[in-house]
């Protein structure tokens, strides 16, 4: 998506959204307190356009996260989190219930981030994956702050990691950002994959004996 589509999107999400209020409205007209995802969906779907905007602000960080942590670029990641919001509000009337909201929506997510993976023929050599980073920087105090040799390695260990998991083939990486960057159990990442449990397992273990391999030097 061009910037020009992006920032015409972005101001016609605004439009579509303005006026929330931080409450749904139930079918007969009376406010819902603390509606759960499936409640915020049926009212967005009756045309209760501050349903989807509390959807929105529920999920943008998490879905902002994922996409960072396929794409490693901050405004990448900020356009395909907005552009996955885009769609899913656009097609939220094809939304059958069959699974959550959470997986339609990561999937439709995650396949964005495919897309742009596949468009992408090389990552810069400046860029780094900064959640990776965080994850294996070991604890320490506020008041230690990291030597610089140890800043160094952990700079040369996130870019070690980006370029091994870019490797991987697309649904390895996928379970495995899933899995080890957000969280999710085996079970959600094998309904947001459409695929069987055992499959995401299979997935896993490859990714990691494959990182293993790239990362022998540093372990």
């Keep these: 998506m061009t910037s020009i589509a992006l920032a015409a999107a972005d101001r016609a ?13 139930a079918k007969d007209g009376s406010a819902l307190v603390n509606p ?5 969906v049926l009212s967005a779907r009756r045309g ?4 989807f905007e509390e959807l929105v602000e529920r999920h ?8 960072f942590d396929f794409t490693r670029d901050r405004e990448a990641a900020k356009d395909l989190s907005q552009e996955a919001f885009l769609k899913a509000f656009i097609n939220l009337k094809n939304f059958d219930g069959r699974s959550s909201f959470y997986t339609w929506f990561y999937r439709i997510l995650v396949n964005l981030c495919l ?16 959640a990776m980073q965080t994850q294996l ?19 040369q260990i996130a870019l070690r990691v980006g370029e091994a998991l870019d490797l991987l083939p697309a649904r390895q990486r996928t379970a495995f950002v899933l899995k080890n960057h957000q969280g999710l159990s085996i079970r959600e990442i094998a309904e947001l994959m459409e695929t069987a449990e055992g499959t995401v397992k299979v997935h896993l273990h490859r990714a990691v004996t494959a990182l293993r391999q790239r990362l022998a030097e540093f372990a």
């Design 60 to 67: 943008e960080k998490k879905a902002y996260h994922i996409a």
């Design 137 to 155: 920087e070991p604890a320490r105090q506020s008041d230690q702050p990291r030597a610089p040799d140890q800043q160094v390695l952990a700079r």
């Design 115 to 130: 897309d742009y993976k596949r468009r992408q023929k090389r990552v810069p050599e400046d860029e780094f994956d900064e």
């Design 36 to 40: 759960g995802d499936e409640e915020l």
């Design 48 to 51: 209760d356009r501050r349903a």
């Design 13 to 25: 999400s605004r439009r579509t959204f303005c006026g929330f209020s931080g409450e749904s409205t």
